[in-house]
Protein backbone atom coordinates (compact mmCIF):
# COMPACT_ATOMS: atom_id res chain seq x y z
CA UNK A 1 0.00 0.00 0.00
CA UNK A 2 1.60 3.67 -0.96
CA UNK A 3 1.53 5.94 1.89
CA UNK A 4 -0.41 9.33 1.46
CA UNK A 5 2.07 11.30 2.45
CA UNK A 6 2.08 14.65 0.61
CA UNK A 7 -1.53 15.66 1.73
CA UNK A 8 -0.03 17.65 4.79
CA UNK A 9 2.47 19.40 2.77
CA UNK A 10 0.82 20.63 -0.15
CA UNK A 11 -2.10 21.74 2.01
CA UNK A 12 0.35 23.72 4.18
CA UNK A 13 2.34 24.96 1.40
CA UNK A 14 -0.90 26.36 0.15
CA UNK A 15 -1.59 28.32 3.59
CA UNK A 16 -4.88 26.10 3.54
CA UNK A 17 -6.41 25.03 7.17
CA UNK A 18 -7.82 21.20 7.44
CA UNK A 19 -11.26 22.69 7.63
CA UNK A 20 -10.99 24.78 4.37
CA UNK A 21 -9.51 21.77 2.96
CA UNK A 22 -12.51 19.81 4.12
CA UNK A 23 -15.25 22.32 2.84
CA UNK A 24 -13.22 22.50 -0.51
CA UNK A 25 -13.43 18.83 -1.39
CA UNK A 26 -16.90 18.02 0.65
CA UNK A 27 -15.73 15.56 3.24
CA UNK A 28 -15.46 16.39 7.17
CA UNK A 29 -12.23 17.76 8.85
CA UNK A 30 -11.93 14.86 11.31
CA UNK A 31 -10.79 12.67 7.91
CA UNK A 32 -8.39 15.10 6.41
CA UNK A 33 -6.43 14.93 10.05
CA UNK A 34 -6.85 10.81 9.79
CA UNK A 35 -5.85 10.93 6.14
CA UNK A 36 -2.61 13.02 6.88
CA UNK A 37 -1.33 11.00 10.19
CA UNK A 38 -2.04 7.73 7.88
CA UNK A 39 -4.87 6.07 10.45
CA UNK A 40 -6.80 5.90 7.45
CA UNK A 41 -6.14 5.45 3.36
CA UNK A 42 -8.44 7.16 0.90
CA UNK A 43 -10.67 5.65 -2.02
CA UNK A 44 -10.29 6.57 -5.48
CA UNK A 45 -13.48 8.81 -5.23
CA UNK A 46 -11.75 10.94 -1.78
CA UNK A 47 -8.31 11.16 -3.30
CA UNK A 48 -10.28 12.96 -6.03
CA UNK A 49 -11.64 15.14 -4.42
CA UNK A 50 -8.79 16.17 -2.10
CA UNK A 51 -6.44 16.59 -5.30
CA UNK A 52 -8.80 18.55 -6.84
CA UNK A 53 -9.54 20.92 -3.51
CA UNK A 54 -5.87 20.65 -3.80
CA UNK A 55 -5.60 21.85 -7.55
CA UNK A 56 -2.84 19.10 -7.97
CA UNK A 57 -3.10 15.55 -9.73
CA UNK A 58 -4.35 12.92 -7.44
CA UNK A 59 -0.94 11.03 -8.23
CA UNK A 60 1.03 13.78 -6.17
CA UNK A 61 -1.01 12.80 -3.15
CA UNK A 62 0.47 9.80 -3.05
CA UNK A 63 4.00 10.18 -4.47
CA UNK A 64 4.57 13.77 -3.68
CA UNK A 65 5.30 16.81 -6.44
CA UNK A 66 8.07 15.02 -8.39
CA UNK A 67 4.92 13.13 -9.74
CA UNK A 68 3.74 15.67 -11.41
CA UNK A 69 6.83 16.43 -12.88
CA UNK A 70 7.82 13.11 -14.25
CA UNK A 71 3.92 13.64 -16.03
CA UNK A 72 4.48 16.27 -17.22
CA UNK A 73 6.33 14.54 -20.69
Known amino acids: MKQFSALRMI ?5 MSQCELA ?10 SE ?5 LFPG ?5 RLADALGVPPEVLFNGPAAAED ?3
Open 23 to 32: RRAGIRQPLV
Open 35 to 39: LETGR
Open 71 to 73: NDD
Open 44 to 48: EEISK
Open 11 to 15: RQSLG
